[in-house]
Every structure is written in structure tokens, then in C-alpha cells.
């Protein structure tokens, strides 16, 4: 039994499909098919059933799954003290973020994080919110830049800064003239989301209850999803209807204002919030804070609409066109 096999078997329960888990380890479907029924051998046991329609855990299973995942995190905790005397600003870091997020600010703090902390390569994995959590608890990713609410055992979760969601629209929109748009002007209609199962669709409908469909009821618009903010801003240009997005998604430049037009919501605004979260045990103190410091530095967000900030007595001062 070895801890690579535990990580396939941890992986195979959470993905119940072996291309997908393989794709997440790294390795070819053969290699982890092969080391999971090495160790369901060596145990005597079946953990998995294997059927056409997919992967299914067995009881017994869950609970060695289970026992696993608890072992890499261990171990991954065991990896944090070992290097907790190191240099804490060489060596990689491992950042995991949401395709909904990293876009819009790993261009802007990249650079400055580069300048800062020049031994210390950023690796980026970007993915779904519940893998996200999972490798960092596992100790696959060091921190990552997601967005509120999270919350995760052992996890220490740092709010970054607030940012406004705004209204995407066309030009000619019955909405494009207003100074500001109230929450009782959408038309529900035409609302595009993202598809199901993205943290910012669950947070627009927070903000937006009125957009939830009544009953069932669905109409052409409605149905209508995208899988990333690009599909919302190409489906918005096209006329296909409006949405929400964050100021620095709807800002993006590839549409001029003549097509596409960005409106603020009247006080009080709805907000999402950016945060910060890594290992209670991570031991690259510096590393987490310097990542901060370079992410806060950096983003429009924090400089325009954050008012509680706390002035940095040292550290590397650069221009920002935002602020």
C-alpha cells in the first residue's frame, strides 16, 4: 500500500469515473486502473464497482476512502512542518482558483508577484470549487484565490477585497440610458446565467431572487446558459438577452461601447467577495502574505471600492492606471 495508491483511490471516490480521476493524478487510465485493483487485491476487498453507466463506491469503500483522505492529509501536514524552516519565499507555490476568477486577476498580480518574490515560481491549477477544496486539504495546492463563502475544516479563509457586480447590456438596451439600474428593472426573461453547478450563478441568485425560475417555468432566454463569462459577454453582443457579471469581467476590453454597455446597480450595490484560504498547518507564512500583498497591490477592486485598507509600511510600490 502506498500513498499514491491511497491518492487513486481518493480521487477515483470523489470523480466515480476512472478517465476523469486519472486525468486529475496525472497518470494514464491503464496506470490508475491497474494500481487500484493492486491494492483491492492486497486489501481483499472491493472498493469499487465497475458498470457501464459508471463507478460506484462500495460501503466499505467510503470508509477506507475515507481513512485515506485522512492519511494525505496528514501527510501533507507532515510535508508542511518539514519545510517550515526553509526559505519561505523559494520553492514553487501551488495557487488553485475558480475559471471564474483567476482570469481577471492572475494577469494583473502575476507580474508584480514575480518582482516581489522572484524565487518563487506560481503554478496555477484552475478548476471547480469542491476540487479546488479537496487538493488543498490533500495538499496538492498550497492556497486558493476563490470566492465567498468558503469554508472548510482546518482552512484559514482571509477576505481579499469586495467587488461590484454590474449589468452587461446591449447598447440599444432599454437600460443602456439609465445612470444606474435597480434590481426592480430586470426583467427575469432576459437574464442570462452561467450554467448550473458555478459558485457565481448560486451567488447571482442570492443577490437576484427574482431570477430563480417559478414552478419549473423556463422560457427561450432563460434556458439560455453559458459555461464561462466570455459565452455571457459573446451571448449578451449577439443580443441574446443581459447579465451579471463582476466589474472587472464586464470590463474586459473586446467589445467597444458601442455594442456593449456596463451599468452599476443603485445603493446598495451587490458585491461579491475575493478571499485568500490555505492550510491551518501551512507553515509558508510569508509566501501566503506576500501573495496578498501582491493580489491587493494589483486589483481595481480593492484600490476603488474597499475602504478599509491597511497602508503597507514597506514593501514594493508600483503604478496602477486603476486607481
Known amino acids: ?120 515560481p506560481l503554478f496555477v491549477e484552475e478548476a471547480a470549487q469542491q476540487t479546488l477544496a479537496a487538493k488543498l486539504r490533500n495538499g496538492d495546492l498550497d492556497a486558493l484565490l476563490v470566492t465567498a463563502p468558503f469554508s472548510e475544516p482546518d482552512i484559514v479563509v482571509q477576505p481579499l477585497f469586495e467587488e461590484p457586480l454590474v449589468l452587461l447590456v446591449p447598447a440599444r438596451h432599454r437600460l443602456a440610458s439609465k445612470a444606474t439600474v435597480a434590481l426592480d428593472d430586470l426583467d427575469p426573461a432576459e437574464v442570462l446565467l452561467l450554467d448550473e453547478g458555478h459558485a457565481f450563478r448560486d451567488q447571482v441568485l442570492s443577490v437576484f431572487p427574482q431570477l430563480r ?23 449578451v ?43 491551518v498547518s501551512y507553515p509558508r507564512h510569508k509566501a501566503i502574505d506576500v501573495l496578498r500583498r501582491a493580489i491587493q497591490a494589483s486589483s481595481a477592486a480593492y484600490w476603488n471600492y474597499n475602504s478599509a485598507r491597511v497602508p503597507e509600511t514597506a514593501g514594493l510600490m508600483i503604478e496602477n492606471r486603476d486607481w
Not at 79 to 104: F, H, R, S
Not at 213 to 235: I, Y
Not at 243 to 272: C, G, M, N, W
Open 1 to 120: 500500500m502506498t500513498l499514491t495508491e491511497l491518492r487513486y483511490i481518493v480521487a477515483l471516490g470523489q470523480e466515480q469515473h476512472f478517465g476523469r480521476a486519472a486525468e486529475r493524478c496525472n497518470v494514464s487510465q491503464p496506470t490508475l486502473s491497474i494500481a487500484v485493483k493492486k491494492l483491492e487485491d492486497e486489501l481483499g476487498v472491493t472498493l469499487f464497482e465497475r458498470a457501464k453507466q459508471g463507478v460506484l463506491v462500495t460501503p466499505l469503500g467510503e470508509r477506507i476512502i475515507a481513512m485515506a483522505s485522512a492519511v494525505l492529509e496528514r501527510t501533507a501536514e507532515i510535508k508542511d512542518v518539514a519545510t517550515g524552516d526553509a526559505n519561505q519565499l523559494q520553492g514553487p507555490l501551488a495557487l488553485g482558483t475558480l475559471p471564474t476568477v483567476g482570469p481577471y486577476l492572475l494577469p494583473q498580480f502575476i507580474p508584480l508577484l514575480q518582482e516581489m518574490a522572484n524565487s518563487m
Open 213 to 235: 425560475p417559478q414552478d419549473g417555468a423556463s422560457n427561450t432566454r432563460t434556458s439560455m446558459r453559458g459555461s464561462t463569462f466570455e459565452t455571457l459577454r459573446h451571448m
Open 237 to 279: 453582443a449577439s443580443g441574446l438577452g443581459v447579465t451579471v457579471l463582476p466589474q472587472a469581467a464586464a470590463q474586459a476590453p473586446l467589445y467597444s461601447s458601442d455594442i456593449l454597455v456596463t451599468k452599476h446597480f443603485s445603493e446598495p450595490a451587490p458585491k461579491r467577495t475575493v478571499v485568500l484560504a490555505w492550510r
